[in-house]
C-alpha cells in the first residue's frame, strides 16, 4: 500500500486529537508529542530561499560557550563557512524527533559545514542526553544577543546562513534534516 500526504495528514489528525485527550504525566503526553513530530519529520524537509530573496545578516558578533563537543566560538569567526544553526533542548519532544536526522547530517556533512547547536540546558544534561542517545553534535550557550534575523524563543528553529553571510532558509518546527531534498540545499549553498 502507497503512502500519501493526504493519509499522513489523517494520521497527525488522529495524532492531535489523541494528544488532546491524552492525561498529563509519566511522559506519557511527551512522548506522544514526540512520535507525532517524528511522522511529521519523515514527509515535509526544509528548502533554501532563492539568493536574491536572502536577507543578509546584521552582525555575526555572537559569542558562544562550548558546552558539549565544541570550543568557545564567536560566530563571526565562522564568515566564508555554510553555518547550521538549530535552537533545541533536552526537554523538547520536537527536537528530540528531529535529532536523529541532523546527527546523520551532521555525520556526513561536518567537514563542510559549521554546525551550531544553541540549548540554555547545562552541560550535564546535554551530556548525559547525548550519551543516552549516542549524539555528538557541536552544542553551545549564548553568551551575547544575537541578530534579529536569527533569534527565536521557538523551539525547535533551525537557521542556515550562506557562505556571505545571508541567511539562506529557516525552519521552525522539526524537519527532516537528513533529506534528499536537504543535501542538495546544502551541496548548492556549498558550491555557490
Known amino acids: ?3 500519501t500526504k493526504n ?4 494520521i497527525l489528525f488522529i495524532g492531535f486529537i489523541i494528544f488532546l485527550f491524552t492525561p498529563y ?6 512522548k506522544l508529542i514526540q512520535g507525532v513530530t517524528y511522522v511529521k519529520t519523515m514527509i515535509f524537509s526544509p528548502s533554501a530561499d532563492k539568493v536574491e530573496d536572502r536577507e543578509k545578516l546584521t552582525s555575526l558578533d ?6 558539549s563537543n565544541a570550543s568557545d566560538i564567536n560566530l563571526k569567526e565562522l564568515k566564508g563557512k555554510i553555518i547550521f544553526i538549530n535552537y533545541w533542548a533536552t526537554w523538547c ?3 528530540r524527533a528531529e535529532m536523529p536526522s541532523i546527527q546523520a547530517l551532521y555525520n556526513d556533512y561536518k567537514d563542510k559545514v559549521a554546525f551550531v547547536f544553541l540549548t540554555s540546558d547545562n552541560k550535564v544534561k546535554v551530556d548525559n542526553y547525548f550519551l543516552e542517545n549516542k549524539f555528538s553534535l557541536p552544542t553551545y550557550n549564548l553568551q551575547t544577543n544575537t541578530p534579529a534575523q536569527i533569534s527565536t524563543r521557538t523551539l525547535p528553529t533551525t537557521f542556515i546562513i550562506d557562505k556571505k ?6 525552519e521552525t ?3 527532516n534534516w537528513n533529506s534528499g ?12
Not at 504525566?25 to 511527551?30: D, E, P, Q, S
Not at 553571510?165 to 529557516?170: E, H
Open 93 to 95: 519532544p520536537p527536537c
Open 173 to 175: 518546527g522539526a524537519s
Open 181 to 192: 531534498g536537504v543535501r542538495k540545499m546544502l551541496d548548492k549553498l556549498l558550491a555557490e
Open 1 to 3: 500500500m502507497k503512502i
Open 165 to 170: 553571510g545571508n541567511l539562506a532558509a529557516k
Open 7 to 10: 493519509m499522513i495528514s489523517n
Open 62 to 67: 555572537v559569542s558562544l560557550t562550548g558546552i
Open 25 to 30: 504525566g509519566a511522559g506519557t503526553r511527551a
